[in-house]
């Protein structure tokens, strides 16, 4: 175990109150929270860029992992997350267990309930499925994206991601692009950040722009030029490849020409714009290699690492609403 | 028999002669041998049952056309029996049974096994519609007159449309010359397709992959135009928009034999009422917005739709109990059906007699039963309902095997106090 770093110390020591037992939706915190959330996570970076990494906030504690989608990156983040504040991590993959050979969700949830894990990480293909688990858990549920519905911790390490690169959130243009029909991400990253005052655009396809999303508060552009125009962030959104080839779009090559975000579509944002993209990227079709491994420009790598760092913050604020928290 | 029966001090509602107001039956042998409007029935011989109404509400038994059980091939769900009791409950004495059964009623021998079992259950009566395509795929007509001589009301493919213009054309055309009335779901499979909830804000917001409205117009306009075609009669199973009701107000018309229906949870509930994933209002066609909520109450007020049907679906937890998406659609809603309805009463949207006769005599007259009606020589179908009484549903109370009701929880407002079928009582609160 390693002393937490002197920032990371401090937050730690207020008491600020996080009455939450899951961390299910974006819509489920107030602008207060989030911003304790980040000022944590703000301390974990820190503690994560030390040799020694360990602390042991959540000792005794066992974090399951139930990941139904596959997701190496968010699997092995909140795995990371939780070995770092020196709780047991289990995975669990339905494809090698029974969960796949016809129990329900619910069956599945009641039994790993029953082996007592204080955290269940749930990641699921249908909207409101952690919802749904939550009800049926004695334990504290955390939504690692159900279906199109919402994905709060990614929208939560975006924010940390942006916070540390401009220093605020407020008044920043952000535009999400791509396939926002389908995105969890879209839908955290949209409440999230008109929570904290950012302008939020939506850009892409018509066909992969969620009915009435105008209604979201965000402005809406099918031109990728004009939608991140005077952009301080522009965040491209993976697009399945199956959803292209005619489906949703043409084919990749007339994506990448209107919707792919390359060096010349984004001189049209604003001086200083940075670039986000929540993983994994398909290179060529929604992003031009040049523009995500410019280290000037792309905030791709930093999500990463924030992303281990927001987690642990949501673990720890949920572990002290744990029943016998000390 | 049963002793004779009066049921005196009551209100009256008789759609069928448009008579709203006091009055007292008397029931012998299964028939309505008396109907006293405005007046005590003559004197009451020793051998008669008396039931003082206490000015409650005696309605024509409801007719509910659009009815789904588990039998056969799925009891576990709804037999016959259980969606009788259910029906009793609810002042509902004759219900129409849909074909999506395993096995299908595409055939007269399934027909005759549901009207066998109807008659051993002996509550309310029971009635099969048959599918209009073997086996309800939409590609080869059923036997439609085997089982018009077997005794179905009408044949429908029930909550599956039948995609291929062509077919339905040879449907329409058959069964006209068969008498038969076809009734048919107005559902777009390609814009429906995967369809969790109405295309809009709230399903956006949700991350439910939704259906347009549209979808419902489109379909309702080829049918209306093979209507056109064939001049055989349609019924349109459960019209739900704002944006169909225009294509049925302009068929209606121009003279085409078009009847609609609507269900009672359209009526009642909207998109948001799904809430957090509540898997109970998850529907089929799914709850619209309120706008086209609204629209389908107009509907009904103006008689644009005919017909109000309980949709009656039930799927038990292990259909329910799932995420949003992978859960099975449907509601439970026979014991629900009148004291929902009651609510448009309650709000003066609707006229009672009105309202009473989209679930009595026109259902009835449609499908051409004796029912649905308070008439000297009538079958002695009656329900007796007291309209304020408070009601909480508790889903878990229900008479139905299954328990999905979207009413859970609600308080609506009347009670059934007992309901008669052919002279028996068959339910008493």
């Known amino acids: ?326 | 028999m049963s002793r004779p029966l009066a049921v005196t001090n009551v209100r009256l509602v008789d759609p069928a002669s448009g008579y709203d107001g006091p009055g007292a039956v008397m029931v012998a042998d299964g028939v309505i041998v008396d109907v006293a409007r405005g007046q005590a029935l003559g004197a009451l011989s020793g051998d008669v049952e008396a039931v003082d109404g206490g000015g409650a509400l005696l309605l024509p038994g409801l007719v509910d056309i659009r009815v789904k059980t588990g039998e056969p091939g799925a009891e576990t769900k709804e037999t016959l029996e259980s969606a009788a009791r259910a029906a009793a409950a609810g002042g509902v004495t004759t219900i129409v049974v849909q074909p999506d059964t395993h096995p299908v009623v595409d055939e007269p021998s399934v027909v005759d096994f549901i009207l066998r079992r109807a008659r051993d259950v002996e509550l309310v009566k029971v009635f099969p519609a048959g599918a209009a395509t073997k086996g309800c795929a939409g590609e080869r007509m059923a036997e439609i007159g085997l089982m018009a001589e077997a005794g179905c009301l009408y044949v429908t493919d029930a909550d599956r449309p039948i995609v291929n213009s062509k077919v339905f054309r040879r449907v329409l055309a058959y069964a006209k010359a068969f008498g038969m009335l076809v009734a048919h779901r107005p559902a777009d499979p390609w814009l429906a397709g995967g369809a969790a909830a109405s295309e809009g804000e709230f399903a956006s917001r949700m991350g439910l992959p939704g259906v347009p409205v549209a979808a419902e117009k489109i379909m309702l306009e080829r049918d209306l135009a093979l209507v056109e075609l064939t001049g055989a009669r349609l019924l349109v199973d459960q019209v739900t928009t704002a944006c169909a009701l225009e294509s049925l107000e302009r068929a209606k018309a121009r003279g085409l034999p078009v009847t609609a229906t609507t269900s009672i949870n359209h009526l009642s509930f909207n998109e948001i009422d799904i809430g957090d994933y509540r898997t109970f209002c998850k529907l089929d066609p799914p709850l619209r917005s309120e706008d086209d909520r609204q629209a389908v109450i107009e509907a009904v007020a103006s008689g644009l739709i005919d017909i109000v049907v309980s949709a009656h679906a039930p799927a038990p937890p292990e259909d329910k109990r799932l995420p949003y998406e992978e859960a099975a659609p449907g509601a439970v809603g026979l014991e629900t059906l009148l004291p929902a309805l009651l609510a448009f009463h309650h709000e003066e949207r609707i006229p009672l007699i009105d309202l009473i006769r989209t679930v009595t005599s026109a259902p009835a007259d449609l499908m051409g039963l004796d029912a649905g009606r308070l008439a000297k020589g009538a079958p002695a179908d009656l329900v007796l309902c007291n309209p304020q009484t408070p009601v909480l549903i508790d889903a878990d109370k229900l008479t139905s095997k299954s328990k999905n009701s979207p009413f859970d929880g609600r308080t609506l407002q009347g009670k059934v106090l007992m309901t008669v079928a052919d002279g028996r009582v068959v339910y008493r609160a």
């Open chain 1, 1 to 326: 175990m390693s002393a937490a770093p002197p920032g990371l110390h401090e937050v730690l020591q207020r008491t600020f109150s996080f009455p939450k037992r899951h961390f299910l939706s974006v819509l489920d915190l107030n602008e207060v929270e989030v911003a304790n959330l980040l000022d944590l996570a703000d301390g974990f970076v820190a503690l994560n860029r030390q040799t020694a990494k360990k602390l042991d906030l959540l000792k005794g504690r066992t974090l399951m992992n139930l990941f139904f989608e596959n997701s190496t990156r968010t699997q092995s983040s909140f795995e990371l997350a939780g070995k770092r504040l020196g709780a047991d991590v289990v995975n669990m993959s339905p494809r090698a267990s029974s969960i796949s050979k016809g129990e329900t969700l619910i069956d599945t949830a009641v039994t790993l309930n029953a082996m007592q894990p204080d955290l269940l990480v749930i990641r699921h293909s249908a909207s409101g499925a952690a919802s749904l688990l939550s009800q049926k858990v004695t334990c504290s549920v955390i939504n690692a994206g159900d279906g199109r519905h919402e994905h709060p911790t990614q929208a939560l390490l975006d924010a940390l991601s942006m916070r540390r690169a401009f220093g605020r959130i407020a008044g920043l243009r952000v535009a999400i692009c791509g396939d926002i029909l389908h995105s969890r991400v879209a839908r955290s990253n949209v409440a999230l950040l008109q929570m904290l005052g950012a302008e939020v655009r939506l850009v892409g396809p018509p066909t992969l722009i969620p009915a009435q999303a105008e209604r979201w508060g965000c402005a809406v552009f099918y031109d990728l030029r004009k939608g991140i125009e005077g952009a301080d962030v522009v965040m491209m959104l993976r697009l399945q490849l199956e959803r292209m080839d005619g489906v949703l779009a043409p084919s990749q090559r007339e994506y990448f020409r209107f919707y792919g975000l390359d060096r010349e579509k984004l001189a049209c944002a604003a001086p200083g714009v940075r670039v986000m993209h929540p993983g994994p990227m398909n290179r060529g079709v929604e992003i031009d290699s040049d523009v995500a491994d410019d280290l000037a420009v792309s905030l791709i790598q930093d999500q990463v690492e924030m992303g281990v760092a927001a987690r642990m913050a949501v673990l720890t604020s949920l572990a002290a609403r744990l029943e016998n928290a000390r």
